[in-house]
């Protein structure tokens, strides 16, 4: 099917694509485009494992200045802005060296869709976790992050009954914002995130409000409104109601159970292992939704239940009946690295089927040849 993407966001169509076109200039041709891709990714990793370093439990910034070096911000904003960069550029460059593929397009959509939660993660490092004075409650990490990964599969469902792909606002919004609260720990410290901003409201609570607002009242409505329009216009992908609600199923349960985990853990896990739990949350997230997204590309159905839900409600039933005990943590652990590798296979697996369809190498612009 042929891709196709809208964006309509002013600060993307005036501000940035002038400067990623400017920046495409520079890159050589004979760099594939899925290059450029996966080295923005690999800077969010390394910039992710580097912050998970000197800040386990996302407690540094809250305890006091000094423990995260300044240099750590400087280098989160520019990674940011690199993966930024060149997750806006690839699609750019692969028009350019005619080398648009559906392989091109997964790549990207599955890695931003892994993405998508790493930035959140990395993100809440600034502002750190709730000491009684400042910061935010692990609870309201979870839930932010839950609100950002639906935001993120809304327009990816939206894609499976459309056809089209409308680029959300808040992705070049989020940003911006991102690099720059980067930029101003690094210049300011961390302690500009905790004296109150406005009316006693902190930073971290006007942005998790904004988040909300964006999301319940322009994302989620736009995406509704977006479905309905290619109804009354006869172009929607899928015949029954049935088919285009399929993909939000493993979704909706992969996120009751994790939220049943959360409120019902004997031993508060999500305390106790917020970066383990969060980072599980954001992988087995990013595994269901990239076969929603191959399911739109091949224009088949996708599965009612994705087999992840299967071993984690399990391990939730254990957990919450009392079962673990004192071994939920390491049972957290064990499923975290699981599902982390299946994901890590299940990406490998799928690229490298797809370059031998396709005939294409994935980090080369060289002609495979034929057998």
Known sequence: SQYS???????????????????IKIVPLWIAPNLLTFSGFVMILVNYFLISFYDWDYTASGTGPGLVPTWVWLF????????????????KHARRTQSSTPLGELFDHGLDSWATSIFVLSFFSVCSRDNGKTGVSVYTMYIYLSIVLFNFMCSHWEKYNTGVLFLPWGYDISQVVLITAYLLTGAVGVEVWQKPLLFGYYITDVLVILLIGFSLFLSFPQTLYNIHRAYLKKTLKNDSLYEGLLPLVSPLLLFILLTVWVVLSPSNILAKQPRLFLWMVGVAFSNVICKVIICQMSSTQPELFHWFLFPLALVVYAAISGLLSWTEEAVLAVLTALVTAAHVHFGVCVGRQLSEHLNIYIFSLKKRVQE
């Open 5 to 23: 993407a809208v964006d309509t966001n002013p600060l993307s169509v005036y501000i940035m694509q002038p400067i990623w076109n400017k920046i």
């Open 76 to 91: 989160s904003a520019f990674t940011t802005f690199c993966a930024y960069a060149l997750d806006s550029i690839d699609g």
